[in-house]
């Protein structure tokens, strides 16, 4: 009987891509069509609230049409014979939808929301406050928390803190396989979380960028798309 393996995925919007789900960068990716420093800063949120809320009202309505994929369900299913965590870039919920039950998400959660002024370092990071609203939107006027404050979207904007990123270093660093899918490792401080691989870990990268390759020395890379790239790394585990 072979041992369990520590396995963590780091995954990003690539692995969600194939869900019908718009990546943020590449080809009609969504900071293609709208200035982030409009609707993913805290300046943007205060500049023009309304706006901010209509851009991720819009994406909490298109991620309720969409469906897990072939990828999400095989990193569910790796469950059954390993000790699996997955650290998310995304903010959609398809990991959790395609069964998975450790998910760490490092940029916050779309059907989320909490008072503006929660969850801040003030609080602790508390998540007393944070409320799951599912997918339906969110309006003007809307308020909750101790001091009825605006409610905003639960997601991490470009200049706030990574409030798990340390959980998710933890967890990198008792790690025996590494998978990182779905991500072109340009988002920091998430880019940086496969420096946290112990001695020994074995680290795969699945992406369809073959100037990806050389990226991470060691690497194992699989140039493919998410869902025929974890097919090819399900198949490899088979003889680890």
């Known amino acids: 009987m072979k ?3 520590n396995i963590v995925v780091l995954s990003g919007s690539g692995i969600s891509a194939e869900s019908g789900i718009s990546t ?5 990716g969504l900071w293609d069509n709208v200035p982030v420093e409009e609707i993913c800063t805290p300046e943007g949120w205060m500049r ?10 819009n994406l909490r ?3 309720a049409t969409k469906e897990p994929n072939e990828a999400h369900r095989i990193v569910a299913e790796l469950e059954s014979d390993h000790n699996v965590c997955v650290v998310t870039q995304n903010v959609d919920n398809l990991h959790e939808r395609a069964g998975s039950t450790r998910v760490v998400h490092l940029h916050g959660e779309l059907t989320k929301v909490r008072p503006e002024d929660c969850y801040t370092e003030r609080d602790g990071y508390s998540l007393k406050y944070v409320q799951d609203i599912g997918y339906r939107a969110v309006e003007l006027g809307e308020v909750g928390g101790p001091r009825s404050r605006q409610l905003r979207p639960h ?4 200049g706030e803190a990574v409030p798990n990123l340390e959980t998710a270093a933890r967890l990198v660093s008792v790690a025996d396989i590494l998978v990182i899918v779905g991500t072109s490792l340009q988002v920091y401080p998430a880019a940086s979380l496969y420096h946290y691989a112990p001695s020994g870990c074995r680290i795969y990268l699945i992406d ?3 100037k ?3 990226h991470i020395p060691g690497v194992t890379f699989i140039n493919d798309v998410a869902t025929a790239g974890m097919r090819r790394f399900k198949e490899d585990l088979q003889n680890l």
């Open 212 to 214: 990806l390759g050389g």
């Open 155 to 158: 997601i991490v904007w470009f």
């Open 208 to 210: 369809p960028d073959d």
């Open 24 to 28: 943020f960068r590449g080809g009609n």
């Open 61 to 63: 309505a298109q991620m």
């Open 3 to 5: 041992t369990k393996k």
């Open 48 to 57: 023009n609230p309304a706006k901010v809320l209509k851009f991720y009202n």
